[in-house]
């Protein structure tokens, strides 16, 4: 938990802009900010030395991302409304992974409208860290949806393809993202 990076800056500015709080120090629900110094560029320890515990709600916390894009952060706050503490961490790489996967989906469909390269390019793109980043609080998840779906339909754009409304919503998603 918490290994991706600046996750623990990245959530604590979400549960920020869950309370409509928009700039740092932030109130958080009890998120262990310092829990990874542990083992924070130590390859030898076990990031166990952490132990998950959360401290007390209602903890003010300082964010290292209040030059990030919102849109993250923004994202990200949806589940707070509904839980909090270490489930809602958990739920909250949840919530972003189904936003990114539905984005990868998206694009996948639109490769394979179009050729068999387009589609095993965008295979090949998908790599074990875009994957990683995906599943974690971090801008980089989101950054790899973007591109694919600005990608994809971007390379439509060469005069032989028809465009289609959803190849202009596609790259319209992405930019915005």
């Known amino acids: ?6 996750e623990t800056d990245h959530l604590v500015r979400a549960q920020g802009f869950s309370r409509f709080d928009f700039s740092s120090p932030y109130v ?3 998120i262990p900010v310092g829990a990874v110094a542990c083992y924070r560029f130590q ?11 959360w401290n007390e709600s209602g903890s003010v916390e300082e964010s290292r991302t209040e ?3 919102p849109l993250l952060h923004a994202i990200s706050a949806i589940p707070y409304f509904f839980v909090d503490g270490l489930f809602a961490t958990y739920v909250v790489r949840l919530w972003l992974v189904v936003i990114n996967t539905i984005g990868l989906c998206w694009a996948i469909h639109l490769s ?11 295979l090949l793109s998908l790599t074990p860290t875009a994957f990683f980043a995906i599943g974690t609080v971090s801008p980089t998840g989101l950054a790899v949806t973007a591109s694919v779906l600005f990608a ?20 319209l998603t992405g930019a915005v993202m």
């Open 1 to 6: 938990m918490f290994s991706g990076a600046d």
């Open 28 to 30: 958080t629900d009890g």
């Open 43 to 53: 390859p030898d320890i076990p990031a166990t030395c952490n132990g998950l515990g």
């Open 67 to 69: 030059n990030y894009p």
């Open 112 to 122: 394979l409208r179009r050729s068999e390269w387009q589609f095993t390019g965008l």
């Open 152 to 171: 994809i339909p971007a390379l439509n754009l060469d005069g032989t393809h028809q465009i289609h409304r959803s190849d202009v919503l596609a790259m």
